[in-house]
């Protein structure tokens, strides 16, 4: 967290010069944190350059991530138990433990700061991943399933989320999309078909209801008027995007593996489920 300035500047100011040298250190140790923020996230620790390793790139991926999940879940106002919850769940997810936890804990906190560099740390974000198309789309799609965590979707968050989109270059019809498609997994999740299908290896021991065979649907990306071919051409182009492999060849930090993995399954699973309704082969 950026306040360390603040606070030093504000004591040494107030010893020095009493009430009027505390606002003066207070002012200048704002400076100092926003010139601090800068260096971390412009090239310096951590920072996205082109002169740095793909262990760098990796960290300063995975830092820039839960900074802005940060950014997003104080959009609404205030960030609240819930928002902690969802990005400690993430975290559990991931397994992370450690050194790791913490650098996410305080990439978090980072995020939440009133002058966190937003545009700044995407623009770094998309020119370390310059080709890397599917690389920005994980990004983009772990802060919709942030923001979605809780079953809804903020006004404010939404407007967010259009900014953090068009910063790493994608349209604002190919954002509602991932969102549609992000609340069809959600209710997709809630539905209990993506345990079914771990739990009871690739079978489903209850028929969907109309809603729920939609948002398989749309989880995969296509109409229920989709022929099987279409199908299937849909799922392997999801799967082409999300899979593990192919995200870590591009760069994928190894912490993000396992939420890769879990989209693959949930894809799997939607699929199996349409083809099992609807007879394709």
Do not use: C
């Not at 489903?204 to 229920?224: C, H, M, N, S, Y």
Request: proline letters at 3%; zero cysteines; a positive charge.
């Amino acid at each position: 967290m950026q306040v360390w300035g603040k606070i030093l500047g504000a004591f040494f100011g107030f010893l020095l010069g009493g009430p009027f040298g505390l606002l003066l250190g207070l002012f200048l140790g704002h400076k100092f944190d926003k010139a601090r923020a800068k260096i971390y996230y412009g090239g310096g620790f951590g920072g996205f350059s082109g002169g740095h390793s793909s262990a760098e790139n990796q960290a300063a991926f995975f830092y820039a991530a839960f900074a802005v999940m940060g950014h997003v879940a104080k959009a609404k106002g205030r960030v609240t138990e819930e928002e902690i919850r969802v990005a400690s769940a993430y975290m559990d997810r991931m397994g992370l433990q450690g050194e790791a936890r913490r650098q996410a804990q305080e990439a978090f906190r980072e995020g939440k700061e009133e002058h966190f560099p937003l545009e700044e740390t995407l623009m770094r974000v998309r020119q370390a991943s310059a080709g890397r198309a599917d690389l920005l789309q994980f990004f983009l799609e772990l802060q919709i399933q942030a923001a979605f965590a809780d079953g809804s979707l903020h006004p404010s968050e939404r407007k967010l989320l259009h900014v953090i989109a068009r910063i790493l270059g994608f349209s604002a019809q190919q954002l509602e999309q991932r969102l549609h498609m992000q609340e069809a997994a959600f209710r997709f999740q809630q539905g209990g078909f993506h345990q079914q299908y771990q739990q009871q290896g690739g079978a489903f021991r209850q028929a969907p209801t109309k809603d729920q065979l939609a948002d398989a649907f749309e989880l995969i990306g296509v109409p229920e008027t989709a022929s099987a071919q279409e199908l299937k051409r849909a799922y392997r182009k999801q799967m082409n995007e999300h899979h593990p492999d192919k995200l870590a060849a591009r760069g994928l930090p190894p912490e993000m593996m396992e939420l890769a993995k879990q989209k693959t399954q949930e894809l799997q699973a939607a699929y199996d489920l349409i083809r099992k309704e609807k007879g394709f082969k």
